[in-house]
């Protein structure tokens, strides 16, 4: 069984920083693209930002520039490194990953549960 977790979120103000991870744990054989993604009370949930296994990255246009995300391969984890945080980026913060695990060897999208972002103005 293959778990993503999620770990970072919290309070802070505008302007501030938040470092954001997400590990998969359990029966991980791979994982191809990892991605963050956000949803603000009554809005859908949104891409942020995706990375695939090679390292190519896509940012929506709202956090160019200020948010990175990375990835750590021999951990399993991803990253999303926000900066500049305004009020407008408060929203649950979902990690979602294409892993295949170990059995059956077929590739799933997996989500974890979100961790909260407020950015106070």
């Known amino acids: 069984q293959v778990q993503l977790v999620e770990s970072g979120g919290g309070l802070v103000q505008a302007g501030g920083s938040l470092r954001l991870s997400c590990a998969a744990s359990?029966?991980?054989?791979?994982?191809?693209?990892m991605g963050w993604y956000r949803q603000a009370p009554g809005k859908q949930r949104d891409l942020v930002a995706s990375?695939?296994?090679?390292?190519?990255?896509i940012y929506s246009d709202s956090v160019k520039g200020r948010f990175t995300i990375s990835r750590d391969n021999a951990k399993n984890t991803v990253y999303l490194q926000m900066n500049s945080l305004k009020p407008e980026d408060t929203a649950v913060y979902y990690c979602?990953?294409?892993?295949?695990?170990?059995?059956?060897?077929?590739?799933?999208?997996?989500w974890g549960r979100g961790t909260q972002v407020t950015v106070s103005s």
């Open positions: 990375i695939t296994s090679g390292d190519s990255t």
């Open positions: 979602k990953a294409q892993v295949t695990p170990t059995m059956p060897r077929v590739t799933y999208d997996y």
């Open positions: 359990g029966s991980v054989f791979s994982i191809n693209a």
